[in-house]
T-cell receptor, first 118, second 116 residues
Framework: AQSVTQLGSHVSVSEGALVLLRCNYS??????LFWYVQYPNQGLQLLLK??????LVKGINGFEAEFKKSETSFHLTKPSAHMSDAAEYFC????????????????FGTGTRLLVSP | DAGVIQSPRHEVTEMGQEVTLRCKLI?????LFWYRQTMMRGLELLIY????????DSGMPEDRFSAKMPNASFSTLKIQPSEPRDSAVYFC??????????????FGPGTRLTVL
């Protein structure tokens, strides 16, 4: 089965600083990778996803992520943090298809809470 | 569109009671996912439906949990009897696809369940 590791359960940045959230994956097949954001008391919302093609993926709210196969990484970045970016961020990878169903569930990391200070 | 709708948003119950969580899919979506989120285990998929049919229920913890889709737009997750270890936030999500790798899942706001 595939897996995802998010380094750092909490990341603190100042407003205007670079945001870097780390994600490494393990996959026996070419991965499909996702970043989701969860604001307090809300469900998860897709930020961006990588399937095939261009390895630099741009998402909503100024976030982007780069797929690096050689490093098995899919780190999330934003050049300048805003207070409204404070949330929990989840990296996910599509699992291998189920033998009988062909269904490919999402495997989520444990999440990284981004704190933004004024 | 109103997005995925879940009810109730909060539920507090006593051990042994039956709990029913409800979910309304986004109009036109045909895939439905139930997740459980806890501090200890993170976000876990419980069950996946496609076109009202349960496709993968390997994440359902035990027989106390059951899920149904009585129609194309609505689902319930029932816990009977409930136990304190069931306390968690339960999310449902919907997508417009076949459970394919690239399908985007749209999450509801969740139901926070507390079992005393």
């Amino acid at each position: 089965a595939q897996s995802v590791t998010q380094l750092g359960s909490h990341v603190s940045v100042s407003e205007g600083a670079l945001v870097l959230l780390r994600c490494n994956y393990s996959s026996s097949v070419p991965p499909y990778l996702f970043w989701y954001v969860q604001y307090p008391n809300q469900g998860l919302q897709l930020l961006l996803k990588y399937t095939t093609g261009a390895t630099l993926v741009k998402g909503i709210n100024g976030f982007e992520a780069e797929f690096k196969k050689s490093e098995t990484s899919f780190h999330l970045t934003k050049p300048s943090a805003h207070m409204s970016d404070a949330a929990e961020y989840f990296c996910a990878v599509s699992d291998t298809p189920g033998m009988n169903t062909g269904f490919q569930k999402l495997v989520f990391g444990t999440g990284t809470r981004l704190l933004v200070s004024p | 569109d109103a997005g995925v709708i879940q009810s109730p948003r909060h539920e507090v119950t006593e051990m042994g009671q039956e709990v029913t969580l409800r979910c309304k899919l986004i109009s036109g979506h045909n895939s439905l996912f139930w997740y459980r989120q806890t501090m200890m285990r993170g976000l876990e998929l419980l069950i996946y439906f496609n076109n009202n049919v349960p496709i993968d229920d390997s994440g359902m913890p035990e027989d106390r949990f059951s899920a149904k889709m009585p129609n194309a737009s609505f689902s319930t997750l029932k816990i009977q009897p409930s136990e304190p270890r069931d306390s968690a936030v339960y999310f449902c999500a919907s997508s417009n696809g076949q459970g394919a790798r690239a399908d985007t899942q749209y999450f509801g706001p969740g139901t926070r369940l507390t079992v005393l």
